[in-house]
Each structure stands twice: as structure tokens, then as C-alpha cells.
């Protein structure tokens, strides 16, 4: 929206004459700046919207020139006002800003975007009959600025600046927007929401949006006063009825800490919930929509039990006086950590175990683990800047695994962080196009944009391998000064580092550290062996190392070289000992004993880094994997699996030695490295589905899979562990076309597409929809199923269904599918994109949704914004199993003709990136794969 405003001329003209002729006091003067009345009938002044000049020329003015606001005018508090109303789908409000000028200036710049501001008023605090002379207040689009610029300049001081604003509950699912949800009686309840990290603030009221302020908050909201509540960061103080008119309430709460904007939270609703309390005595309450109350008990359970345990690991007591967590029906995240009252997407927060599988449980574990260690980091400590996002996003990461093992101690947290976390950010990070963890940014977009895996997942992985080789006591201990430190204030990186130096040993934190944080990438450790040393030199890890030496590389500034914890353990000691390779290091030698019948590098795969053993080394491993599985903890058995293909998909390993390494797999018990070594090749059966050798290749893995398919069966059994490793290999068997393993399946889906009430466990669901679907799926079938999940409640049975019906392979059901989609009234917004990559991982509905996609994009941009990193990743995605020429020429003239990428710039990058590299994959190693099958008698 955006006011078009302008000071009417009547005004110039009066105030010209007083200032003039002096013969009016300067009371009168004084009045006629404290209201400032602009109308959509005036011309806007330049540089706002629907201004070419803002556009056409070179930037001349302060708030053209900058994206970022003057450090110089700092937020001290807000008092904010919001009537959403549920009944128009606008709100309005009022803000008061407090503001400390730190040094005279001619204007104030405020963030804004999509409100129609309509009055501005500004008052010094230290002179109350002082009304600074405002020459005009209007919005600069382009850097979402409200500018109030003055006619004379104003001395330092405090200030209040005084904002009354409109805005629409429909622009999408981030600011303060609407959310919908159908109850048990058929009938749609509206509620109003918000989410506002990273810029979205803004989009709810006036504000200096950008998280090195730290300001105090008074809220008020106004509900519906029969059967609504309202609810925000901080407990409710007052309600006064029929305010502002009959039928409605405003709720006031108490001030709050001082909090960043993006922490603020508003909320009307008419949820219930459970409660509990915190050891600390505070209590904790979880909302969720009435019929949906008894889905949220073990929320709570973990809820209660993490927040306890981080209070005492941080040393800091939960500040707030009250920690509420609520699910949301439309909502763009997993979660958002809200300081006190904790928004979730309701795949994230509910959990039956009736209906729910073991990984829906996990999720809803982690994801409460990690939005509850953002109150301590993120809330409490906060960055100074985005640059510094992974501060938050890192460490939170990692947390939540440590939070889940105190919760659930049997699930083994610390192997599953390999395959949810590791193995995926070294893909990621083995790419041209990576950054940096600590990267430089300005735009919204950019700042949107590293809110990807580098952030969370890497920033995770190197806190990971930063524990380890300080050891988990030295490590608590620095964090728990850290925030101490920097509670209710802002950090940077280095001040982490500077604290956790003291705690090291005398190890130099800092520049280990940055080593990891400041240069893309990782490196692979070299291994030669001669006797009973081992020499170990480092060298940059690229996927495609050849592409690398004909491009310029990204600078670094540690020339890509890393101070790297070289970890070991053999088979006469088990405890890992660790020896540094330094980044000016050549090489550095290990030697073990005479005894030593083996030797494994990177213990646990707690170094951010792969290891490159010689052919005679890795075969000793392999066949320890084969002997004595248990030998090795299946950590370390993963890290082989991951490292051997990855090793050899960029040529500096044999694909022989990979397949060598994965024969024990019959063997194998573990969800870990099962889904290591599925995920690798599965994509190396996706690269191959077009070659003379995909069938010989597929009944090579048909070999692996049928063994432990039969043997684990399709019975659930009270350990999560193997209930996560049955949904894998059922699910690997069905892909790999286990015949009997397909056929149980699908014999299931008919039994369930016949009688409604036909009980398949939680845990095998997804896999008999997907691949029943796909073998005896048609249009009755179908529509018997897209019915189903229209009529479905439970959110986590949906997301099931969505996959399930992206599985049939009747191109024109697909197509249908595409559009029925587009409605969210059947598709809510949030889940769009996965229905999207759910067709696209059908080998008969990745063209369709490829050619969707390029026929739909304005579609898309218009209503998802390319400021959505989401609607970028997408893309991304759906393209990730290209592998001909001529689908990345289709890539590149799409990306051409559409050179707006907004918040997904990188990532089609990285899209071009990894189909050339799957293009090259085929082309180089097709041959290899067709020489070992022959060699192992797949092929005759």
C-alpha cells in the first residue's frame, strides 16, 4: 500500500507567514506542526512511491542511499496499540516510539511497509511543549523507509514520535496477517497472528526493525469479547470491555524486557490449552485450537523438561515471567521463537500417537528444543547484526539436540544429527556456490536469504567439532559466561570466540574458529600410509574440483586452508586422541602401534571435514564393516559410507570403493547409516534412470535391501530407533522395487482405499499412499484420496496424503493436482511448496511441475513475493534430479528471462551449479558403475 502524501499547500503557505512575518505566536505555530494531514489526493514528494525520480536518478538523499538505519537514533521504548479485525481483514493502530537522538539531525527514519500511515506527530520528551517543525513525513518505498524530515534542524535529546497507521490482515502469512482453521462443527474461525523475523515488523506497525535495538514494549490488542483472547510476549494486565466499542476487548499486558522488534508477538484467537510448571516455578502453557487441546500434552512433556534443563545448563534462569507456546494453522516457518510466546507451524507442536509416526515425534521434539534455546540465544543474547545469524540459528541447532537427549534419552540424538544436520551442509558446502557462515549483509532479501543451512546446519556442525576437541565441560562453562555477559545485549562472533578462549586450554579459539566461520567450504584429509604411519595433508573439498580450476575462485582469507582437529581411534583404543593439522602445516604424521589392525580418522564424524584413505586402508575398514560391524559405533559407520561416495562422486576416489563399502549393509541395524548410505545411492540410481545400466544397478540394490526389509517387517516395536530404521528400508526397498516388499504395500493401500477404517500404522504411512499410488493409482482412486484429505484434521495425516497423492503416474491426474493446489482453501499457503517438490520426486511429475513453475511464475512472485526464500529453494528443489543438457538450458533461459531472483539468488546458483554437476556425474561415471557391476557379476 503506501500513502501518497504530501503537507497541503494551505499549511506550507500559513507556516511560510508565521515564520515570516512573526505575527502569530508560537503556540499557534507549535499546532500546526503537531498535526501534519496528508491525503491520497496530493502529489507525492520525491523519492516515495509512485515517484520516477526515486528510481531514474543517482540517490542524493540520506534515505536513498542506505538500507540501514542511523545508529544514532536509538529505540528506548514503544507503546503499541493494534485492532485487527477479524470481520474486514484490516487492522489499525497507534505506535509511540521513544527515541534517544544522539546527535542533531534534519530527519528520523522509521521502517514501514504495506501500512497506510496517517498521522505523525513528534514531541520532544525533555521540553513537552517543543513539537520539532516536521516539513513533510512520507514513505520511502524502495528502502522501506517512513521519512519525517524537519524544517530546522533538531538538537539531541529524547523524542516521541507518534504513529497512526492501517493495514490489511491479507498480505500474506508474515507481519500481522489472518489465519484460519475449521472446528468440529464444520464452521471457519478466524484468528490474527504474526511473524516478524527478519523484517516483518514492519509490516505490523512503525518501527526501527533491525535487531541491534533493543527497546522496551507496552502492548495492547483488541479482541473479540465472546469466546477470543489475546495474547503477546508478556503476561495480560488489564481488559476493559466494550472498548473501543460494544462487542470488543482491549487487552493490556505488561511492559516487557528489552527485546529486538522481531521478537514481538500478537496474537487473537480462541485456542485453548494445557499448562504446566517450570521447575523454576513459572508456568508454561501450550495453545492449539479447541479440538485440537489434547494434541499439544506432549509438547508440554518435552516442553517442561528441556526448559528445565536449560536453565540449568545456561546458569540463567528463564527470564519471562510466563513461557506460552502456540500452534498455528497458516504459518510460513516450523516455528518462531517469540520471546515468551512461541509460534509453531502445527506440524511442529501437535502429536498423537495414535495418528502421529515416530519422525512426526522426533520433529515436534527438536523443533521445541530448538525455538526453547533461542530464549537464552537469540532472546536474551542477541546479535548486533544478520551477518551474525548464525549466533542464533548455530547455536539453537545444535542445542536442540542436547535439549532432545535430555528429553529422550534412548533416541540416540547425536548419530541422527549425521544425516539431519552433517551430511546434508557438506553437500551444500562441497558447492562453488556456498558462502561463508558469517557473510556480509544488507537487502531484506540477502538477509532473508541465509536463513539457509549454512546458518543452522553448518553453524550447528563446527559448535559440534568446537565441543569436542574443547570437551563438553570447558565448553558449557564458556557459554555460560557468554550469556552472562551479554544478556539483554547485542554480540558479534568474536565475543564468543574471546570468551571461549579462556576456557581452551590455550588453544587460539579465535582464529581456529574462524577459519571455519569466515572461508565457504571444508577441507578432505588426505591419507598415505607406510608401516605404521599415517601422513595427513588438507586440501579444499569441492564436488567438481575440475570446473574449480577453470573459475575464478571467492576469496578467503585464510586461502581455504583450516585448522583442522584431526581425531583417531583404532582397534586397541577406542577413546579418541586428537593431533592438530594446522592451516600452514604441509603435513603432519601419526604413529600408532606395531598392534594396530586398524585405524579410523574423524571419530564420531565430529570434524567438519572428509577423510581420503588409501585403496588398502579403506578395504580393511570395509571389511571390518563386513566381520564385525559393531566394531565401529555407527557414527563412524556413516562417516565412511558419506565420505566414500562423496569421495568418489568428485574423482578423488574410486565409485568401487564406495560400493565396497556399503556391502555389509545387510548387516546393518542402525537408522543412521542406513540413511547415509540411502541417500547416496539413491541419487546415484536417479542419475542412472536413463542409462543401459539402471536396471542391473537397481537389482544390485535390491540385493541390500530385501534381506533387512523382510527381516524388520512392517510392525512397529516400542524403540524409536527402530521404527525409524523400518519407515527407511521399507521405504528404500519400495524404491529399489522389492517385489515383496511393493506388493505388501500396495495390498495395504487397497485394504485402506476400501474400508476407511483400516488401521495402518503411523510409522508405514507415507510409504503405502506413496507407493500404492504409484502402482495401482487411477482417477477413482485418486479422487477417493485428494477427498480424504480435504475431510482430514489431523495435520500431520495431511502432509502424509499431500505426498501420497503426488505418487500417481497419470500425467493428466498430476496436472490436475497442479491446479486444485492453487487454491488455498485446499492447500493452505505454507504447505505449497511441498506439494510442489513432493510431484517433482516423481520421475512422471518432474516435467510437469518444471513446466508449471516457468508458466506460473508471476503467479508465484505475485502471491509469494521474491522476498520469500521459500518460493527460491523451490526451484532449487524441483530442479535438483536434472541431469540432461537440455533441462539446464531450459534452467539458464528461464533464469534469463527472469532476472528478478530477490531472496533466491543463491540458490539458483546453486541450482545451475548442482545440475552440471549431475550432468558431468553421468557422464563420467556411468562407465565406472557399468565396470564394477560387471566385475561383481550384475552384469554378464
Not at 53 to 72: I, Q
Not at 143 to 160: A, H, L, M, Q, R
Not at 323 to 338: L, N, R, T, W
Request: hydrophobic share 40%.
Amino acid at each position: 500500500m503506501g500513502s501518497h502524501i504530501e503537507v497541503q499547500r494551505t499549511t506550507l503557505v500559513l507556516v511560510s507567514l508565521v515564520a515570516a512575518l512573526s505575527l502569530i505566536c508560537t503556540g499557534l505555530g507549535v499546532a500546526l506542526n503537531k498535526y501534519v494531514v496528508y491525503t491520497d489526493a496530493d502529489t507525492p514528494p520525491t523519492g516515495t512511491e509512485g515517484s520516477t525520480v526515486a528510481t531514474t536518478m543517482a540517490p542524493t538523499e540520506p534515505w536513498e542511499k542506505e538500507y540501514r538505519l542511523p545508529g544514532d537514533v536509538i529505540p528506548i521504548h514503544y507503546d503499541v496499540y493494534l485492532h485487527p479485525n477479524l470481520e474486514t481483514d484490516l487492522f489499525s493502530g497507534y505506535v509511540s516510539i521513544q527515541l534517544d537522538v544522539q546527535s542533531p539531525r534534519t530527519y528520523i527514519l522509521i521502517h514501514t511497509k504495506l501500512l497506510e500511515i496517517t498521522e505523525t506527530i513528534v514531541v520532544s520528551d525533555d521540553d513537552s511543549t517543543y513539537f520539532p517543525p516536521i516539513s513533510r513525513a512520507f514513505e520511502y518505498t524502495p528502502n522501506e523507509f517512513w521519512v519525517i524530515e524537519f524544517s530546522t534542524e533538531i538538537p539531541t535529546g529524547k523524542y516521541t514520535v507518534n504513529l497512526k497507521f492501517n493495514g490489511n490482515l491479507k498480505n500474506g502469512i508474515v507481519g500481522l496477517y489472518k489465519s484460519e482453521y475449521t472446528n468440529d462443527k464444520g464452521e471457519k474461525r478466524a484468528i490474527a497472528t504474526s511473524k516478524f523475523q527478519p523484517t516483518y515488523a514492519r509490516r505490523a506497525f512503525p518501527c526501527l526493525d533491525e535487531p541491534g535495538f533493543k527497546p522496551t514494549y507496552k502492548v495492547s490488542l483488541v479482541r473479540p469479547s465472546d469466546g477470543y483472547i489475546a495474547l503477546s510476549n508478556m503476561p495480560e494486565t488489564k481488559s476493559i470491555p466494550d472498548a473501543p466499542s460494544p462487542g470488543l476487548t482491549t487487552v493490556e499486558f505488561e511492559q516487557s524486557v528489552k527485546m529486538v522488534t522481531y521478537l514481538a508477538c500478537f496474537i487473537v484467537c480462541d485456542f485453548q490449552f494445557l499448562s504446566g510448571e517450570m521447575s523454576n516455578g513459572k508456568t508454561m502453557r501450550v495453545f492449539a485450537t479447541p479440538h485440537q487441546k489434547d494434541n499439544v500434552e506432549y509438547a508440554l512433556e518435552v516442553g517442561l523438561k528441556i526448559t528445565n534443563f536449560y536453565d540449568e545448563y545456561f546458569g540463567i534462569e528463564y527470564v519471562l515471567p510466563k513461557q506460552d507456546m502456540i500452534a498455528i494453522p497458516d504459518f510460513v516457518s516450523g516455528a518462531m521463537e517469540h520471546w515468551g510466546l512461541i509460534t509453531y507451524r502445527e506440524t511442529a507442536l501437535l502429536y498423537n500417537n495414535i495418528t502421529n509416526s515416530p519422525s512426526n515425534k522426533q520433529r515436534v521434539a527438536t523443533v521445541i528444543a530448538h525455538e526453547l534455546a533461542h530464549q537464552w540465544f537469540g532472546n536474551l543474547m542477541t546479535i548486533k547484526w544478520w551477518d551474525d545469524l548464525w549466533l542464533n540459528e548455530g547455536f539453537a541447532s545444535y542445542m536442540e539436540y542436547k535439549g532432545v537427549i535430555v528429553a529422550e534419552p534412548d533416541w540416540d540424538m547425536d548419530t541422527l544429527f549425521l544425516t539431519d544436520d552433517l551430511i546434508p551442509v557438506l553437500q551444500l558446502d562441497s558447492k562453488l556456490s556456498s558462502h561463508p557462515i558469517v557473510v556480509p549483509v544488507t537487502h531484506p532479501d540477502e538477509i532473508t536469504e541465509i536463513f539457509d543451512a549454512i546458518s543452522y546446519n553448518k553453524g550447528a556442525s563446527v559448535l559440534r567439532m568446537l565441543e569436542f576437541f574443547m570437551g563438553p565441560m570447558a565448553f558449557q562453562e564458556g557459554i555460560k559466561e557468554f550469556l552472562e555477559t551479554y544478556k539483554f545485549d547485542n554480540a558479534v562472533t568474536l565475543d564468543l570466540w574471546n570468551i571461549l578462549s579462556k576456557y581452551a586450554n590455550g588453544l587460539d579459539i579465535p582464529l581456529i574458529m574462524d577459519t571455519w566461520t569466515k572461508q565457504m567450504g571444508f577441507p578432505y584429509l588426505s591419507v598415505t600410509k607406510s608401516g605404521n604411519k599415517y601422513t595427513i595433508r588438507q586440501q579444499r573439498y569441492l564436488v567438481d574440483p575440475e570446473t574449480a580450476k577453470s573459475k575464478k575462485l571467492k576469496e578467503s582469507p585464510f586461502n581455504y586452508k583450516w585448522e583442522v582437529p584431526v581425531s583417531y581411534i583404532t582397534n586397541l583404543n577406542k577413546e579418541p586422541e586428537i593431533k592438530w593439522l594446522h592451516m600452514n602445516d604441509d603435513q603432519i604424521e601419526i604413529t600408532v602401534p606395531d598392534e594396530v589392525t586398524w585405524v579410523k580418522f574423524n571419530n564420531r564424524f565430529t570434524g567438519f571435514y572428509r577423510v581420503n584413505y588409501p585403496e588398502d586402508v579403506s578395504k580393511v575398514l570395509s571389511d571390518l564393516l563386513k566381520t564385525d560391524t559393531n566394531a565401529l559405533e555407527a557414527a563412524d559407520r556413516a562417516s565412511l559410507i558419506d565420505d566414500s561416495f562423496s569421495l568418489a562422486e568428485s574423482g578423488h576416489s574410486s565409485f568401487s570403493v564406495a560400493l565396497d563399502m556399503v556391502a555389509y549393509l545387510t548387516n546393518e541395524r542402525h537408522p543412521t547409516p542406513w540413511s547415509a548410505a540411502r541417500s547416496s545411492l539413491g541419487r546415484m540410481k536417479t542419475l542412472l534412470r536413463d542409462s543401459a545400466i539402471y536396471i542391473p544397478f537397481r537389482n544390485y540394490l535390491k540385493s541390500l535391501a530385501t534381506d533387512p526389509a523382510l527381516d524388520i517387517g512392517w510392525d512397529d516395536d516400542d524403540s524409536h530407533l527402530s521404527n525409524l530404521l523400518r519407515s527407511t528400508i521399507l521405504d528404500f526397498a519400495c524404491d529399489v522395487n522389492v517385489d515383496d516388499i511393493v506388493t505388501a504395500a500396495t495390498n495395504r493401500f487397497q485394504q485402506w482405499i476400501q474400508n476407511p477404517g483400516y488401521y495402518l500404522s503411523p510409522n508405514i504411512r507415507t510409504i503405502v499412499y506413496k507407493y500404492g499410488m504409484s502402482s495401482i493409482g487411477n482417477e477413482e482412486i485418486w479422487k477417493t484420496v485428494w477427498d480424504r484429505y480435504l475431510q482430514e484434521a489431523d495435520v500431520q495425516e495431511k502432509t502424509k496424503l499431500l505426498q501420497g497423492l503426488a505418487s500417481v503416474q497419470d500425467p493428466y491426474i498430476i496436472n490436475q493436482y497442479l491446479i486444485l493446489a492453487k487454491n488455498d482453501s485446499f492447500v493452505r499457503s505454507q504447505d505449497y511448496f511441498s506439494v510442489l517438490q513432493y510431484i517433482s520426486g516423481n520421475p512422471i511429475g518432474e516435467p510437469l511441475v518444471w513446466n508449471f513453475v516457468r508458466d506460473e511464475w508471476q503467479y508465484l512472485v505475485d502471491r509469494f513475493t521474491l522476498n520469500d526464500r521459500y518460493l527460491g529453494n523451490m526451484v532449487k528443489s524441483i530442479t535438483s534430479r536434472f541431469s540432461k543438457q537440455v533441462q539446464l538450458d531450459e534452467m539458464e533461459k528461464f533464469f534469463m528471462d527472469n532476472p528478478e531472483a530477490g531472496a533466491g539468488a543463491r540458490a539458483r546458483e546453486q541450482a545451475l551449479e548442482t545440475v552440471r554437476n549431475n550432468i558431468k556425474w553421468v557422464k563420467n561415471n556411468t562407465p565406472i558403475v557399468e565396470s564394477w557391476l560387471r566385475e561383481n557379476g550384475w552384469i554378464q
